[in-house]
């Protein structure tokens, strides 16, 4: 007796896999405002890009890499936490430098924790940065954050000016459209953490700026690979953790500009949004906050 044709369409169309591919693709396919939000991103990164390496220009995002610093930072100390150091203090300087001096802990795992920290944290910034009420939310841990960044460094001057002028700038945006200037300040913060991880380990570790670096510290320990080696492993680590932050906003927040202001208008909402002084263009608006921002810095 013979057999009826077997239609292989059918079958891959049920298959397990090719239903994962495809409802991943979908996914991952941006909307209208998370194609803005990516041309925004792009747009940061090529700012940051020229702004990190032009003279004068510079000072516009020296307080963001000090922040970038200061997440470094707080990363070895965490780092630390978990394998039982005791944290001494945490500093910044002027120069763009940090340290975190602890005693105790495991540095196999304390001295990479810097990098992959910073990375770690762009990249769930700029996940959240797909969404106004993700970017509240981060803007609550970022505040925890500064607490514990203050208290151990609670006698740097520097880390105290930073951190205050950050939590303003936060709260300001905060007021700005409804929250949309946050999501736009929390998405450049991530960016820039990311940016910076990448910067930073091509200049003290592949480019050789520096004389001692954590890849170099951590190269002393390990034994089996040079300096130059952990700073590449490092960089692509630091592009993958870029990339999944952009995955995992794509994935999970798709919802548009209107359905955005409908959410946050109800979760942490702005006193007196609903009198709509603020609604009106709010990308405009978060874009002249930044802008004017960006401009009272370099004036001062």
Known sequence: MPYPPYDFTTHNATNPSSLFVRDFKT???????????????GVYIIAIAILWHVPFLKVIIYPF???????????????????????????????????????????????????????FIGACLIACG?????????????AAFFLFTLWWARRNWLTWLLILG???????????????????????IGVMSCMYVLWDVIDDTIARKVNTSDASAFADICGCCPSRVWGVIWLIQAFVFF?????????????????????????????????????????????????GMLSAVLLS
């Not at 950050?166 to 450049?188: D, E, N, Q, T």
């Not at 932050?245 to 359905?259: D, M, R």
């Not at 955005?260 to 002249?288: C, N, T, Y």
């Open 27 to 41: 996914r991952v396919t941006p909307n209208e405002t998370q194609r803005d939000t990516l041309i925004v991103a």
């Open 65 to 119: 890499k000090l922040l970038t610093v200061g997440f470094h930072e707080m990363s070895h100390a965490f780092a630390g936490v978990l394998t039982c150091a005791t944290i001494h203090s945490i500093e910044l300087d002027p120069d763009e430098g940090g340290a975190t001096r602890m005693s105790g802990g495991i540095p196999w795992v304390t001295l990479p924790a810097g990098y992959l920290g910073s990375s």
């Open 130 to 142: 797909f969404n106004t009420n993700a970017s509240k939310v981060a803007s609550i841990v970022l």
């Open 166 to 188: 950050m939590s303003g700038i936060i709260v300001l945006f905060w007021f700005v459209a409804g929250g949309v200037a946050l999501r736009y300040l929390v998405l450049f």
């Open 243 to 291: 990339g999944l932050g952009v995955i995992v906003g794509l994935v999970s927040f798709k919802q548009n500009k209107e359905q955005q202001q409908a959410d946050s208008s109800r979760f942490l909402p702005v006193p007196g949004a609903s009198s709509g002084a603020l609604g009106l263009a709010p990308e405009w608006s978060a874009l002249f906050s930044i802008a």
